[in-house]
């Protein structure tokens, strides 16, 4: 890994390295987290996620320091006010990913820490990559791919099932946020979760692809129905190479037994919106060797 030494997220990584980390290397830096390969000893790599992005390093920068970095990245300087409440938000996502463990098709939490300026949580490093290959690489005429597609779709609504059982709503379902590991799907990233018990975050959102229309009024009393229309999204646009729109004109595209559950997902009332134990069934069902033959024969 080659990191310009003026490159913000380099001081971020000393600062890994300084909480007795190896950094492999650098996954993702964005404005509120840093996503890195780690290791300790001879232990396997795991991905580190820690509470330090891109805002708080231009604090920590002298004003010589500040006006380099700021031609690598764009980012906004934040008050201490303000990186208190994102450290606090940080350690909500900590929380929730405890309330987690253990949860089937859920990225699991594996150890957890904290130094004086930052927060960190590990996880497994999942190695199939996202989900954003198959909603590019998906063909109609590629039958084969398009049922993995689902059957990980379907693990990612086993998750999002275990998730709400433990009152949890993720509020976030979109390719980038289900991971691959020995071909089954995994939710991850709860960043943006909420407990079903308390209000959190803005009441106004959006909008996004994936977003369910209530976004729009009341995000921050979103229902597990909001998982449902997002994952929804993802399912429509695998099958159809589209975004849902216009009365969801290509999902003929669809199987024709995923279709209602599909529809249905996508109602823009949340109490319209099938449970996501239906939702689940209905891509399982669709990604079944039985499934394929049927469509096959017709």
Wanted: hydrophobic share 40%.
């Amino acid at each position: 890994m080659h990191l310009h030494p003026l490159h913000p997220a380099a001081w971020v990584l000393d600062q890994v390295r300084g909480a007795g980390w190896h950094v492999h290397d650098l996954l993702a830096f964005t404005r509120a987290s840093t996503l890195v390969l780690a290791s300790r000893e001879d232990a396997s790599p795991v991905v580190l996620k820690a509470g330090f992005g891109s805002n708080h390093v231009l604090a920590e920068l002298d004003e010589d320091a500040r006006r380099a970095a700021y031609g690598f990245y764009w980012y906004a300087e934040m008050t201490d006010a303000e990186r208190a409440l994102t450290r606090e938000d940080f350690r909500h996502e900590i929380a929730i990913a405890r309330t987690a463990a253990g949860a089937d098709q859920v990225v699991p939490l594996l150890e957890e820490g904290s130094t004086d300026r930052f927060d960190w949580y590990t996880m497994p490093y999942c190695t199939g990559g996202n989900f954003r290959p198959f909603l590019a690489n998906t063909t109609a005429d590629d039958r084969d791919q398009a049922r993995a597609g689902l059957g990980i779709l379907a693990d990612v609504a086993d998750g999002l099932r275990a998730l709400h059982q433990r009152g949890i709503v993720h509020r976030d379902v979109y390719q980038e946020n289900i991971l691959i590991r020995d071909g089954r799907g995994l939710i991850t990233d709860l960043g943006a979760a909420r407990r079903t018990d308390t209000p959190r975050g803005p009441a106004a959102r959006g909008p996004e692809v994936h977003w369910p229309p209530e976004y729009a009024t009341s995000y921050d009393r979103a229902t597990p129905a909001a998982d449902a229309f997002s994952l929804a999204v993802l399912a429509y646009r695998l099958l159809c190479a589209d975004i849902p729109r216009h009365g969801h004109s290509r999902l003929h595209s669809a199987p024709a037994g995923l279709r209602p559950a599909i529809s249905a997902a996508l109602a823009p009332e949340p109490q319209d919106r099938p449970a996501m134990s239906e939702l689940c069934g209905a891509l399982r069902q669709a990604a079944s060797p039985a499934a394929a033959l049927t469509q096959r024969g017709r």
